[in-house]
């Protein structure tokens, strides 16, 4: 992906609640790859889920899943049953091969007790 | 476990000191690449080698350069750091088969510069 913005810069979900950070990205090519990665405060990215721009199915892994809507070119990561753990800044990526990955400006997750 | 190791954790430099940030994997990743993380800001990719062949992005200051002397070790020398350079330095690796990988990152290296 060419441009990935995430226009959430700080959001804030209680505990056990869902949450749905938002994604778009914009290429014109049709092949690509999109990513989300947490970074705790302790500065480690730390992959959560891929989705691939020819996949059918939403991509799902345990409580992270992915809404890809391909015609809006958004890949927003539903996070269910939020935990105090997964406070931390989250950032989409995209990549359209030659192993060049752009980050979008990530959202700082708050999870409230 | 397999993983990605950054030393040091923290460095402190002096203005014009230069210093490396050191690099390696278990994982035996073809790929490796340096980011550079400002605060509150997305990583953004200094250079990366697929084995190694070197790419360099095209902002990427001459301040900055890289050596890859094998597979699990790859090391950013920043040769004159000034005070922009202060930031989180990661490094990341990724199997470089076909398709799009997610990457695997160390924990970091935050560069301090005096």
């Known amino acids: 992906a060419q441009k990935i913005t995430q226009t959430q810069p700080g959001m804030f979900v209680q505990e056990k609640e869902a949450v749905t950070l938002d994604c778009t990205y914009d290429?014109?090519?049709?092949?690509?790859?999109l990513f989300w990665y947490k970074q705790p405060s302790s500065g480690e990215m730390i992959f959560l889920i891929y989705q691939g721009s020819y996949d059918q199915q939403n991509a799902t892994e345990g409580r992270y899943s992915l809404n890809f809507q391909k015609a809006r070119k958004s890949a927003n990561l539903v996070i269910s049953a939020s935990q105090l753990g997964d406070s931390a800044m989250y950032f989409c990526?995209?990549?359209?091969?030659?192993?060049?990955?752009?980050f979008g400006a990530g959202t700082r997750l708050f999870v409230k007790a | 476990d397999a993983m990605v190791i950054q030393n040091p954790r923290y460095q402190v430099t002096q203005f014009g000191k230069p210093v490396t940030l050191s690099c390696s994997q278990t994982?035996?990743?073809?790929?490796m690449y340096w980011y550079q993380q400002k605060s509150s800001q997305a990583p953004k990719l200094l250079f990366h080698y697929y084995d190694k062949d070197f790419n360099n992005e095209a902002d990427t200051p001459d301040n900055f350069q890289s050596r890859r002397p094998n597979t699990s070790f790859c090391f950013l020398d920043i040769r004159s750091p000034g005070l922009g350079d202060a930031a989180m330095y990661l490094c990341a690796t990724e199997g470089g088969g076909g398709g799009y990988n997610e990457q695997f990152f160390g924990p970091g290296t935050r560069l301090t510069v005096l």
């Open positions: 990526a995209g990549g359209t091969g030659g192993f060049k990955t752009i």
């Open positions: 290429t014109s090519d049709p092949s690509y790859g």
């Open positions: 994982l035996n990743h073809n790929v």
